[in-house]
């Protein structure tokens, strides 16, 4: 990865640097990123600005940290889910716009139960994979 110059050295620019290092990896979710200290080097950012941006990351859903404040891709997610996820944020906002309340409720309600589920499923993979 080329470093940037350190006019545009900051937070945002690693938050877009690391989106690019976490979708080359989409296939292999699971796998540790490198240190705060490793990726400040990398994309020639201070660790303030790292940190920063694998805060956001988190937020997102993208990566979630384990024991240590080592960031580990999300075990759980999959293209499939990320395309689920958007048909339910579509359908409870069409039954929001649409002003039909039960709708909105029935769709968010599903939405909740696949993200209870998905949760559930990452949960016992983090679990499987520190024994």
Sequence with gaps: MEKPSRF???SSTAL???RGLINQHESTPGIPLP???ELSDTLG???RE???ALDVLKEEGRIWRK???RHLRELARTSERVDSYNDHHHNIMSAIIQCQPNEAASAMREHLLSLQTALIQAIHLAYNSTL
Excluded: D, K
């Design 16 to 18: 877009e640097q690391l």
């Design 35 to 37: 240190t705060e200290r």
């Design 67 to 69: 024991q240590g404040w």
């Design 50 to 52: 790292v940190h920063r």
């Design 8 to 10: 545009l050295a900051n």
């Design 45 to 47: 950012v201070g660790r």
